[in-house]
């Protein structure tokens, strides 16, 4: 017999029980535990969802008969009963994830109500008609939809001919007799889409109810947002069966969101908003737009102050951020929510300096409350302030930073279009759950109703994207895909630009400036980097990068792609008359006008980063790069031929044409690239190397400092070819330095991308100062897959039918290439103790691969500037959580 204990009462459990209650269960059982006012409620577990999932949806043995004896309990706490006559119970039933999952699961409220209890409902609520209809209409359309599946607009278009029948705008403007008939038309609706099988037994309806939420943990928004986040659909929901408070009894009854700090600034100050007359589901669907909370002061004095006071409670208790749901009835306050607020990058930041300064958190606290990921946000562009364009609309600065893109008008075409590259706005009347994965990919979000704390809003913010919430007189027409604002209509081909930060709209597209981090970012970074083993560099090609790098907290250079500093029109004629050259005479020509052109360049960057290390890795081209396209060269002779060209321009072409196909490698990026081709064209490291010491020399003479020389050569299989290029570079560097009759420190290392120097990592070491893991290659060559096409390709699949967990260019594939990592590291140091490692594949910017390099034991990573700042904070967590 199963043991299992599946349901919990309130007063069972507190916060520590969240991965079996939930975090709505375990918050509601912790503020009753503290004394806030919380409706009683019983909660059925996440093991509950779990087994019932992994039970071909069939519930487990001993759970309905749990339900009902928590029903049971729940009834005779109350005093009151489901389904009774005399002292109806209502309750509703809400999912409560683990990890927070705003609007992306599904919600019952006022079940209980009945044909036989709506008029005692009425009779205990003094007689209000109006409310107990209310309530039943309600109930009808949300346990329609969400249990029997019932499309939304049948219940949304007998709604609005209602409205529109009584000649108003508002569903509170409908009274009592109009909401009679119209839940009497709810119900005709939902007889007729069930073939007359609507259930009227509220235990059953509670059962159903339950189950439906279970069913929405594998919905498809639910499944994009889980998939977005990294949150396990294994850890199931809880649900919550609470008895029922109301908001919508009258003027002197209200419900609201509110954060106890702006979750846009991070400032401590009111906010949050409120409907009089109405349920918690108007405030945050954005049906009906919401009053500041400010404004509730004068309308419900003493409810409001309470509220105050709770408000500050719950933060200090939790030490965090609060976001808050509360239903006010009849002037009497109730609790139904709190969770740690999702708020800005710029917020989160804030928040955590705030609490550290007030000493409701330690600076190890504010470090580990801090996603790294979101660190993303902060580096989001803004307005140019010098530009004087005036705004179309105003509306609420929901989720900030500035956007510009081409308007889209559903969220399967904004996901369309903007994983095609495209940049775009979202525009919609209101966003629901549903357009998650149209939210996610855009530039930003532009609706027409809803508020601060609407679904839009709250899910921008938590992601980081611009979104400008319930712009007033916006028109939107979703079939001619147009929006009409101040006389002026839009379409999917007009550009738009949104100010998140003030609310503002422009048409067309303003010129964007970066941020500017503030004193609060600087003192998060320097706690991070006061805490974290991890050294932190930048990839750059440049001295604009490398100066945006070092801005950025890096403490040098990881990576600097020479190859990258030919790709320029002026420069790729010289570097094709090295590759093509016939001999060495040919071959020593190009590269004298390659070498200053090389100088330069490092001169730009040792400039950036005099005083810190940079490592420079050595031309490391699949030859193609470089070369004509085969075909087009092909066509170019053929071309020439049928007009008459020349014997003299033919001849040239020709030749081309031989060579290109001498060259030609069915598969360039395995084939005669990085140390291959010094291999076989020595001059090539000997003139790359002494480019870099005679430029780290000019620095060193014209800077007073110069940086530490870090000579990197690439994808070396076999410890001789590692020996064979050490001795080119140092010979070149050491003849160098006695020209120009001076000493310079400076280290030859390699860099680790192909399985075999992992393996072979000992032997590799005894000619290598440093180790630095190229993990871009290594995956591709770890693997066995193209990153082009396979990103292209499978890997999308891959990843959204779960195969995979995460694409392995984007987040390191631990169990596989991170051994070939750690067998690197280990077998490496085995031979030189003191061995340096670090990695430079953009992996070096990944919080979950930071995580993993800080276990190994490299000394640093290294990744692109703007994600330097991530990088920090990265290796401070993992220091603090793993030692």
């Known amino acids: 017999m199963n043991q299992t204990k599946y349901v919990y009462d309130l007063n069972e459990g507190d916060a520590s029980l969240k991965p079996l209650l939930g975090g709505k269960g375990a918050n509601l059982a912790e503020m009753n535990r503290i004394g806030v006012p919380v409706p009683d409620a019983f909660t059925v577990t996440t093991q509950a969802c779990v087994d019932t999932m992994n039970n071909n949806s069939e519930w487990p043995e001993g759970l309905r008969e749990q339900v009902e004896a928590g029903l049971a309990r729940l009834e005779e706490r109350t005093g009151k009963t489901l389904g009774s006559v005399e002292n ?79 000649g108003v705008d508002n569903d509170t403007d409908l009274d009592a007799e109009d909401l009679k008939a119209l839940t009497q038309k709810f119900k005709d609706l939902a007889n007729e889409a069930l073939g007359g099988h609507w259930t009227t037994d509220p235990k059953e309806q509670l059962m159903r109810a339950i189950n439906a939420v279970f069913k929405s943990w594998l919905n498809p928004r639910a499944e994009v947002y889980r998939k977005s986040q990294g949150i396990s659909r294994n850890l199931g929901t809880a649900v919550n069966v609470q008895q029922m408070v109301f908001g919508n009894r009258g003027e002197t009854s209200a419900t609201g969101v509110c954060f106890s700090r702006n979750p846009s600034t991070g400032e401590k100050e009111l906010y949050g908003e409120f409907l009089t007359n109405a349920q918690g589901e108007d405030v945050v669907a954005g049906i009906r737009t919401p009053r500041d909370l400010a404004e509730m002061e004068a309308e419900l004095p003493e409810a409001f102050h309470e509220l105050l006071a709770t408000m500050d409670k719950l933060e200090l208790h939790n030490k965090d951020m609060q976001d808050m749901e509360f239903t006010i009835e009849d002037r009497k306050l109730y609790m139904l929510q709190t969770r740690n607020g999702k708020r800005t990058a710029a917020a989160a930041v804030k928040t955590a300096v705030d609490m550290v300064s007030e000493g409701l958190i330690t600076k190890e606290e504010a470090l580990l409350r801090i996603n790294p990921s979101d660190l993303d946000a902060l580096l989001h562009d803004a307005i140019d302030p010098h530009e004087t364009a005036t705004a179309i609309v105003k509306g609420l600065p929901a989720s900030p930073g500035a956007a510009v893109g081409t308007l889209s008008f559903t969220a399967d075409d904004a996901a369309e279009r903007g994983k095609a590259g495209e940049k775009v706005i979202l525009v919609r009347y209101e966003t629901t759950p549903d357009d998650i994965h149209g939210v996610m990919v855009a530039q930003g979000v532009l609706t027409a109703h809803g508020g601060m704390t609407s679904h839009a809003a709250v899910v921008a913010r938590g992601m980081g994207i611009t979104c400008v919430a319930g712009a007033p007189g916006i028109k939107i027409d979703p079939k001619a895909e147009t929006v009409t604002i101040g006389g002026q209509e839009y379409g999917k081909g007009d550009t738009l630009t949104l100010n998140g930060s003030t609310g503002e709209v422009f048409s067309g597209a303003l010129a964007l400036v970066p941020p500017k981090l503030d004193e609060n970012f600087q003192q998060v970074g320097e706690w991070a980097d006061a805490v974290r083993r991890l050294g932190v560099r930048a990839n750059a090609e440049n001295f604009e990068d490398a100066s945006k790098a070092r801005e950025l907290g890096a403490e040098g250079i990881g990576l600097a792609r020479t190859e990258h500093m030919f790709m320029a029109a002026d420069r790729l004629p010289a570097v094709r008359k090295m590759i093509l050259a016939e001999n060495e005479e040919q071959r020593a020509a190009a590269l004298a006008e390659i070498l200053p052109m090389q100088q330069a360049d490092f001169e730009g960057i040792f400039t950036a980063m005099k005083g810190l290390p940079v490592t420079v890795r050595l031309l490391d081209p699949p030859l193609h790069e470089f070369l004509p396209n085969i075909v087009d060269q092909s066509v170019l002779v053929k071309e020439l031929e049928l007009t008459g060209a020349s014997e003299d321009v033919l001849a040239k072409e020709r030749e081309t044409l031989a060579q290109v196909k001498r060259l030609h490698e069915q598969n360039p990026m395995l084939g005669t690239r990085g140390c291959r081709l010094a291999m076989l064209y020595p001059s090539i490291p000997d003139m790359q190397a002494r480019a870099i010491v005679k430029a780290a020399l000019a620095v060193q003479e014209r800077e007073g400092e110069t940086v530490g020389v870090e000579i990197m050569i690439p994808l070396v299989a076999i410890a001789k070819e590692l020996e064979v290029q050490r001795d080119i570079v140092v010979k070149a560097v050491e003849e160098e330095l006695a020209a120009a009759g001076k000493s310079l420190d400076y280290t030859v290392g390699t860099m680790i991308e192909i399985p075999r120097a992992a393996l072979t990592a000992n032997e590799i070491a005894e000619h290598a100062d440093f180790f630095s893991f190229g993990t871009n290659d290594l995956t591709q060559t770890g693997i066995g897959i193209s990153r082009d096409d396979a990103e292209a390709g499978f890997l999308g699949h891959y990843v959204e039918d779960e195969v995979i967990a995460k694409n392995p260019f984007e987040s390191l594939d631990q169990e596989g290439v991170g051994q070939l990592v750690q067998i690197g590291v280990e077998k490496g140091r085995s031979t030189k103790a003191e061995l340096k490692t670090g990695v430079c594949g953009e992996h070096g910017g990944d919080p979950d691969s930071i995580e993993f390099f800080h276990k190994v034991g490299l000394n640093y990573v290294s990744c692109s500037p703007f994600r330097v700042p991530i990088a920090r904070l990265a290796a401070a967590r993992a220091t603090l959580q793993h030692g």
């Open 88 to 166: 109806p119970l209502l309750v509703s039933i809400r999912s409560g994830a683990v990890f927070s999952m705003p609007g992306m699961m599904d919600t019952i409220l006022n079940l209980g109500i009945s044909d036989e209890t709506v008029g005692q409902v009425a009779k205990l609520a003094d007689g209000n008609e109006r409310f107990a209809w209310d309530c039943y209409r309600r109930f009808v359309q949300m346990y329609g939809e969400v249990v029997e599946g019932i499309e939304p607009h049948v219940f949304e278009d007998a709604l609005t001919e209602a409205k529109e029948a009584k």
